[in-house]
C-alpha cells in the first residue's frame, strides 16, 4: 500500500493505493494522524483502495474523531460498493460524506 498527503487549496488530502488491512493500516494511520494536525477538512481519497479491514476502519473512525474534535468534516473519495456496503454494516457511513471524485468532495466541504 501506498499514502500520500497533500493540500489542495486548505484541505488536505490524502491518497491511498492498494489494500488497507491490519499490516498496511499503520502506514496509513502515521501518514494521515500527521497530515490532519490542526486541519478541520479532510478528503481520503480511496479510489485505489481495493480492500480495506477492520484495521483501516479503526484509522478512518480515528481520523474523523480527530477532525471532528475540531468541528471539522471528512469527505471519502471513491469509495467501491465493497467498502461501502462494510461500512454501512458497521454504521461507519454515518460520520462520513461520500464523493464519487475529487472535485464533487472539494465541492462538499466548500459548501459546508
Do not use: W
Not at 23 to 28: F, I, S, V
Amino acid at each position: 500500500m501506498n499514502v500520500t498527503s497533500s493540500t489542495v487549496d486548505t484541505i488536505t488530502l490524502i491518497e491511498a493505493t492498494g489494500s488497507i488491512d491490519s499490516k498496511t493500516a499503520p502506514d496509513l494511520e502515521r501518514t494521515a494522524l500527521t497530515a490532519i494536525q490542526g486541519q478541520s477538512e479532510v478528503i481520503i481519497d480511496l479510489t485505489n483502495v481495493d480492500f480495506l479491514s477492520s484495521a483501516g476502519l479503526r484509522v478512518l473512525l480515528m481520523i474523523y474523531r480527530q477532525v471532528k474534535a475540531k468541528n471539522g468534516k471528512v469527505v471519502l473519495v471513491g469509495t467501491s460498493e465493497e467498502i461501502q456496503d462494510i461500512m454501512a454494516n458497521t454504521g461507519f457511513l454515518a460520520f462520513f460524506s461520500l464523493a464519487e471524485t475529487l472535485d464533487e468532495g472539494l465541492t462538499i466541504l466548500k459548501s459546508a
